[in-house]
């Protein structure tokens, strides 16, 4: 019981040191990214599941990320506060929950202001910029562990994620894709996203 209070106390130290890290050396003075709120649906779907975990002395997961573009056409996607993210975990996109309680595992949340380039459209090759073919599907591994979520060792957690791509454009020419070199922010589009629950189990120790 006293190990286990220790492991929470320190946990939580972790992610108020980690927190002010964050909010301190990151924060940009520029506009944020402003999600409009008229969302609509489109045929990209979110899949979740289990990867193999690097070992770690805290409790830690790894997650596949699968996203498939179910269009006949080729579609540029801007990661911001996606699951594609490479902040994606540190930002609470993904929902932790401990199956037996309910309880959502503490998260940093941070919140990022992203800049718009200056010339208002993205190029197709920006890091910002994932490409998925037509038909096609894009996979990402993260490893989640403290200080961006604490999990406790030996709990099972039920994981989702939810929310609304920032910006998705649509090019025509199937697989190939043509035009839209540049992407600008007035042809793109929102949608929603939502993927399965997956239910996944933190080890109760490590292997070395």
């Not at 179910?70 to 579609?75: G, S, V």
Request: charge should be negative.
């Amino acid at each position: 019981m006293l190990t286990r209070l220790a492991s929470t106390t320190a946990g939580a130290a972790l992610l108020l040191l980690a927190t002010a890290y964050f909010l301190y050396s990151d924060i940009l003075s520029t506009n944020d990214m402003q999600a409009d709120s008229d969302t609509s649906s489109l045929p990209l779907e979110v899949k979740l599941s289990v990867a193999p975990a690097p070992a770690s002395d805290l409790g830690s997961v790894a997650l596949r990320i699968t996203v498939s573009n179910l269009t006949p056409h080729t579609i540029s996607i801007l990661v911001w506060s996606s699951p594609l993210d490479p902040r994606a975990v540190v930002t609470g996109v993904f929902d932790f929950r401990s199956a037996n309680t309910n309880e959502r595992a503490p998260c940093l949340d941070v919140k990022f202001n992203r800049k718009l380039p200056d010339s208002g459209y993205f190029e197709r090759t920006d890091d910002a910029i994932v490409e998925i073919p037509a038909t096609g599907s894009i996979e990402r591994v993260i490893v989640v562990k403290e200080p961006e979520v604490a999990l406790a060792k030996g709990e099972r957690y039920l994981v989702r994620t939810e929310g609304h791509w920032r910006q998705i454009w649509i090019h025509g020419g199937g697989e190939d894709g043509d035009a839209l070199l540049k992407l600008s922010m007035e042809e793109g589009s929102i949608a929603d996203f939502a993927s399965d629950e997956l239910a996944i189990d933190v080890p109760a120790s490590d292997s070395k």
